[in-house]
């Protein structure tokens, strides 16, 4: 597989494609085999490439150190018990529905016995997802933080439930934005947006921030910064339009799509299928993102149901 895949011939690109090439439990294997190891079979222990299948059961064995492995091994496919053609359904179906799906959507459409069996997938999909993204943005890249949440009224009364978000967006024009990371933020402040900045950008590219004065740390740490005088200006939106733009339609897809509350612990998450999403947003063959969803989810340590507890 190729690092430029190709419609049709290293992913899928109709329905009636997929389920041409998919139709059989051995086919979606021998897909992820060519996914994990395109090169041949590497000894996840060793790192040795010499091994031979030992079985139908598509177990490997490695002539070095004589462990034995699977393609799902180490992978967030690792010791399910579904059928890997339906978990190949699910990626196709979180991957060609433009804004993603809702844990009850996903349920409805695999025929899923529980809700909670839909949500734990779509968590392991999206820890999947957040993989790739680990390239430091460049160039010029706005920074900010914003709020996720709401209002919920408790026995103290109304307390806000909001939680910051880092937001860095990279501006490679006037009218056109790059990519994107977030990251939830423990704290509200400009300190921790400075951590955060040196985490996904890369030294030497420009940051564009608000007034804050602790932002100004960022010129000692191999940025050129460059900031708005007002860090209360009236029209924030105005002076850091790429973040503020993404802040709003992270906002809207949070409540659109995935129904999002503010006592929903799991925002992590959905900020890692977001930026996912926003990062391909360009990419007009939706067999890409589920060529990349997979491409990835074989590179990622699995995470048994049991860390992860649906929220009702
Ligand atoms: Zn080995």
Redesign the pocket.
Known sequence: MADHPVGGLDYPRTFQEFRDWFATEDACLDYLEGLRWPEGFV?P????RQGWRISQRRMWM?A????KTSVTAGTIFHRSHTPISTWFAAAWFVTSTKNGVSALALQQQLGFGSYETAWAWLHKLRRAMVRPDRDQLSGLVELDETFIGGVSVGKQGASTDKVPVQIAVERVSDRKLGRVRFALADAPGSLGLVEFACATVAPGSTIRTDGARMLRRLGERGYTHEYTTGYNSPDRAAELPGVHMVASLLKRWLIGTLHYRASDKHLEYYLDEYAFRFNRRTSTARGLLFYRLLQQAVATDPHPLTELTAES
């Not at 222990?45 to 040795?48: Q, Y």
């Not at 070095?64 to 462990?67: D, E, L, Q």
């Open positions: 000894c222990d060793c790192g040795d490695c070095t150190c004589h462990r």
